[in-house]
């Protein structure tokens, strides 16, 4: 099993739907959980931590199931500005480099 | 500017050269990790440095790679007899606390080796 699994899509969405992703860990000590964007030929940006009790960020929301070791990203109302690859990423155990999934896309058309 | 600093963007060696690139991370941020990201993969780690002291390498990094942070500041990855399946993003980040903020990357290092 890998460490980060992700759907790779793509996802194609209109304008204005909301788009959840999933993603699943393995190891079941890892402490840290984020959700990067990445545009195309850019650098990994920090989209938003994941807390174990869920947050919120705008029209953008994150899970994290321990228990069933997943992370899910929620987007509402999704924005033409949306569109890019979204990657999940998970410590392995505390105080270790952060592993990336391979990235989820989507593609938001008006 | 005070954000994660790659040098050079993009660099083009022929198979068998060897190439170094530098990371200039944030001035405050004490561990710097190198990843590198081929078309369609996330990022794959390679090696961090907290300060000055390399304290992982992934199986990924090979004999031919090396890594350096000196002063605990700027870092360098050389990689020496460059091979085709070397060709890839080569990115470096930066963090002072990685559990609560994540990283900082930078632009990256385009190689390709032909």
């Known amino acids: 099993r890998k460490e980060v699994e992700q759907d790779p899509g793509p996802f194609n969405v209109p304008e204005g739907a909301t788009v959840a992703f999933n993603c699943t860990y393995s190891?079941?000590?890892?402490?840290?959980f984020f959700w990067y964007r990445q545009d195309c030929r850019k650098e990994p940006k920090l989209l938003m931590s994941?807390?174990?009790s869920g947050n919120e960020d705008g029209r953008f929301t994150a899970q994290l199931n321990r228990a069933s070791q997943y992370i899910s990203l929620l987007i509402r109302d999704s924005k033409l500005s949306d569109s890019a690859t979204y990657l999940c990423v998970v410590d392995h155990q505390a105080g270790t480099a952060l592993i990336f999934g391979k990235g989820t896309t989507l593609s938001v058309s008006s | 500017d005070t954000g994660v600093s790659q040098d050079p963007r993009h660099k083009i060696t022929k198979r068998g050269q060897n190439v170094t690139f530098r990371c200039d991370p944030i001035?405050?941020?004490?561990?710097l990790y190198w990843y590198r990201q081929t078309l369609g993969q996330g990022p794959e780690f390679l090696t961090y440095?907290?300060?000055?002291?390399?304290?992982?390498k992934s199986r990924l990094l090979s004999d031919r790679f090396s890594a350096e942070r000196p002063k605990g500041s700027f870092s360098t990855l050389e990689i020496q007899r460059t091979e085709q399946g070397d060709s890839a993003m080569y990115l470096c980040?930066?963090?002072?606390?990685?559990?609560?903020?994540?990283?900082?990357f930078g632009s990256g290092t385009r190689l390709t080796v032909v």
């Open positions: 994941v807390y174990s």
């Open positions: 001035s405050e941020h004490n561990r």
């Open positions: 190891n079941s000590a890892s402490q840290s």
């Open positions: 980040a930066s963090s002072l606390d990685a559990v609560n903020y994540g990283y900082t």
């Open positions: 440095f907290q300060n000055e002291a390399q304290l992982e």
